[in-house]
């Protein structure tokens, strides 16, 4: 069972537009929601998180917007630039928990084209 | 300084082969992981240690074994390898309290022909 869900697939947008992926969460007990991008041929890496305390963080062109009445939080990449072209993992976890993990969305492939 | 390192970053082999993978961190974490990433880019969690300790221990077929010799070092090895472990398996690292923040290495590209 899919426990953190993820739109779309596949995202293209062009340079300066704003790009959006979405996540849904099924389990009221997360509580940190980061979100991870990876460049063809890297580890992914820790790109902004969360908590479900507030609603809205921004990093620079990026924002997390959370909503957690409807289980459900998405990133924002305002002014999308070539450079952002990579693929996007939401995930989410117990943070604090001995047993704890990431649960991450299948992913977003972004194409930034110039 | 390299934070999360794997090697080797690229093993082709044979069917049936026994192959290991490396992987150390020098950030000071207690919590270390292997995923495996397919090529729809999955990432799917196999295993964690913390302190040493086996803490996740995924459906994973028991040819795959890790093995840390100690908190900064978390190996893992394949018994009998198939076409179906072609895959990049990643390294990672956290502290057990902020396991939400990971460090993943650069990845070990496995080719199994």
């Known amino acids: 069972q899919q426990q953190v869900k993820q739109s779309p697939q596949s995202l293209i947008v062009q340079k300066g537009g704003i790009s959006i992926i979405n996540c849904a969460y099924e389990?009221?007990?997360?509580?940190?929601f980061p979100w991870y991008q990876q460049f063809p041929g890297k580890g992914p890496a820790l790109l902004i998180a969360i908590r479900p305390d507030v609603s809205e963080k921004k990093e620079g062109r990026f924002t997390i917007s959370f909503n957690k009445s409807a289980k459900q939080f998405s990133l924002h990449i305002m002014d999308s630039q070539p450079g952002d072209s990579a693929t996007y993992f939401c995930?989410?976890?117990?943070?604090?928990?001995?047993?704890?993990?990431?649960?991450f969305g299948r992913g977003t492939q972004l194409t930034v084209w110039p | 300084d390299t934070a999360v390192s794997q090697t080797p970053k690229y093993l082709v082999t044979q069917m049936g082969n026994d192959k290991s993978i490396k992987c150390e961190q020098n950030?000071?974490?207690?919590?270390m992981y292997w995923y495996k990433q397919d090529s729809k880019k999955f990432l799917k969690i196999m295993f964690s240690y913390n302190n040493k300790e086996l803490i996740i221990n995924e459906t994973v077929p028991n040819r795959f074994s890790p093995k840390s010799p100690d908190k900064a070092h978390l190996n893992l090895h394949i018994n009998s390898l198939e076409l179906g472990d072609s895959a990049v398996y990643f390294c990672?690292?956290?502290?057990?309290?902020?396991?939400?923040?990971?460090?993943f290495g650069p990845g070990t590209r496995l080719t199994v022909t």
């Open positions: 389990n009221t007990a997360f509580d940190y």
């Open positions: 990672a690292s956290s502290q057990q309290s902020r396991q939400g923040e990971q460090y």
């Open positions: 995930a989410a976890s117990f943070r604090g928990s001995t047993l704890g993990r990431l649960y």
């Open positions: 950030l000071g974490h207690d919590t």
